[in-house]
């Protein structure tokens, strides 16, 4: 007996337009991220995949991008779970940062170990930036010493584990059709997670917006084919303009 997975990134947001790092900041879809979210809908729709439990980060580009595909396939109404474990990785001093712009200013080199490499988290935001939380009551139950102020993937992983076992596998468990929908990086930790990733393969793993990736989980939640994008043509060209975010 298997267990439906469904991984669902959001859809375009503003600041993937303007190729600006985005992180922990709460920006929203923009028209073709609403669309990208519609048209997850409707492939989940075509193919008989109906969620009885959504899971989302607090962030509202995860939150608008659940809400508009379960509209279309007509289930607003399942259970709804949100946790800040399942956010963006915080991009730290590089939130609001032009991604070309810090490409030109620190080399390839270094911005692919800011973005893609597994331990090495860019520098930490100051309580001052304007894009730090300090104040922002959603992550008013985080002691100050547990919010994050930049995270590495591997951070991304330690924090989102402990709500994978706790709230997400016993709903796999009880059989429910899980959606999560969530964000590029906090995706490619459970992705790692899920496939087996090493932390030299996770580097190459990028996750397109809007399309959802299925995994059908053994008893052991383990998946022998790995996931499937249920848009593969779609999830191919995507996947490539995540890849050279920056490259313009
Ligand atoms: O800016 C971000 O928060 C992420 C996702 O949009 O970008 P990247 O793909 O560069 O990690």
Request: with cysteine.
């Amino acid at each position: 007996m298997t267990s439906t997975l469904i991984l669902l990134r959001h859809g375009e947001s503003e600041w993937n337009a303007k190729n600006l790092f985005t992180g922990w900041v709460d920006v929203d879809l923009n028209e073709k991220g609403a669309a990208e979210a519609k048209r997850g809908g409707e492939l989940l729709l075509e193919n008989g995949l109906l969620p009885d439990v959504v899971h989302t980060s607090l962030l509202r580009r995860a939150i608008r991008t659940a809400q508009i595909s379960l509209d279309v396939a007509d289930r607003l109404w399942i259970e709804t779970k949100r946790s800040w474990r399942l956010n963006e990785r915080h991009y730290g001093a590089l939130q609001g940062k032009d991604k070309a712009a810090t490409l030109a200013e620190f080399g390839e080199e270094q911005f692919m170990i800011w973005r893609r490499s597994y331990d090495t988290p860019p520098p930490p935001i100051d309580d001052a930036d304007e894009y730090a939380n300090v104040d922002d009551p959603r992550y008013a139950v985080l002691p100050t010493e547990a919010r994050p102020r930049t995270e590495c993937l591997k951070d991304v992983l330690e924090r989102f584990l402990p709500y994978w076992y706790d709230q997400i596998v016993p709903d796999l468990r009880a059989r429910k059709v899980t959606l999560i929908a969530a964000h590029g990086n906090s995706l490619r930790a459970l992705v790692k997670h899920l496939d087996g990733l090493s932390d030299e393969a996770v580097v190459g793993l990028n996750i397109p917006t809007g399309i959802p990736l299925v995994y059908e989980l053994d008893d052991d939640l383990k998946s022998s084919q790995g996931g499937r994008y249920l848009d593969p043509e779609a999830a191919a060209a995507s996947i490539e303009a995540v890849k050279n975010q920056g490259k313009k």
